[in-house]
Nanobody, 123 residues
Framework: QVQLVESGGGLVQAGGSLRLSCVVSGGTFSTYGWFRQAPGKEREYVAAISWSGNNKDYADSLKGRFTISRDSSKNTVHLQMNSLKPEDTAVYYC??????????????????WGQGTQVTVSS
C-alpha cells in the first residue's frame, strides 16, 4: 500500500523558514512533486524532483526561495522554504508519479497524494 505522509508544517513569521518532509512508503516513483492550495484558490504547483534527484523543477514565482531535495536512503522528499511570505500560506501536498511526467506542473500527472500539511505565515 502506497502512503505519502507530510510533516513539518506550522506557523512562522514572515521572513522565516520551514522544512517540509514527505515520507514515501509502499514503492518508489520516478517523479515526486510538491503542490499547495490556499483557501478559496486552486491547487498550485510548487516544485518537482526526479527519482535520482538529478532533475529539479520549480514554479517560476518560487525559484530562489524554495528548494526541493530527496533522501533516497529514507525515501523522503524535502521542501526547504526560505524567506516565507504571508501569501505562501496554504496546505502543502506531496505527490508521486510512477513515470517521468511532463510537465511536472500538472497535478493530473501524479498518481498518489499525501494528506497535506498546513503552513501559515503571519505578517
Amino acid at each position: 500500500q502506497v502512503q505519502l505522509v507530510e510533516s513539518g508544517g506550522g506557523l512562522v513569521q514572515a521572513g522565516g523558514s520551514l522544512r517540509l518532509s514527505c515520507v514515501v512508503s509502499g514503492g518508489t516513483f520516478s517523479t515526486y512533486g510538491w503542490f499547495r492550495q490556499a483557501p478559496g484558490k486552486e491547487r498550485e504547483y510548487v516544485a518537482a524532483i526526479s527519482w535520482s534527484g538529478n532533475n529539479k523543477d520549480y514554479a517560476d514565482s518560487l525559484k530562489g526561495r524554495f528548494t526541493i531535495s530527496r533522501d533516497s536512503s529514507k525515501n523522503t522528499v524535502h521542501l526547504q522554504m526560505n524567506s516565507l511570505k504571508p501569501e505562501d500560506t496554504a496546505v502543502y501536498y506531496c505527490a508521486a508519479a510512477r513515470g517521468y511526467v511532463i510537465p511536472t506542473s500538472r497535478d493530473y500527472n501524479y498518481d498518489y497524494w499525501g494528506q497535506g500539511t498546513q503552513v501559515t505565515v503571519s505578517s
